[in-house]
């Protein structure tokens, strides 16, 4: 027996909902297949203050290797077309620690409550319920305290590492 043997067991154990559904026709999906990833890495290179040098690569790497994905879609893609307007993503153990990351709204959705709405879907998922959290912003604290995050305590027992492009360019075989 493996050490992983109950894996297909505590799977099954935990049915994640995948899929959320707004009166208004707006949705959220987990399902990756679903993102439309012109349109995260169009909004990180034009809207965002932190990947604006990201090249597409990378974009379709993070997500793909992220744990889970939410899309937030004006329409729901598993039925028709629908034009995806948001976008977070988690990088977890799905036990202890949970990362969030590139979460936004497109700025003419903006103003309908879809944060909020995403937020309590992430804070809320099954897995990440009782997960510690992290998370870097320059101008979303209000909206990210009503979720329970609170400026980090205890900093000087904590560490980070920077991030260096280059290396990352390199590991990728890519140019900057």
Known sequence: MGRYRDEARLARKVQAQTVWVREDGFTVHIDKRFLDLEVIFQFLTQESYWAKEIQRELVEAAVEHSTL?????????????????????????LVRFAWLGDVFVLPQYRGLGLSKWLMSIIVNHPQLKGTSFNLGTRDAHSLYAQYGFKPLTQVENRMSRAMNWQDIYEGYGLKE
């Open 69 to 93: 994905c939410f899309g937030i879609f004006h329409g729901d893609p598993s039925k028709g077309p629908a034009e995806q307007v948001g976008f977070a993503r988690v990088v977890s153990d």
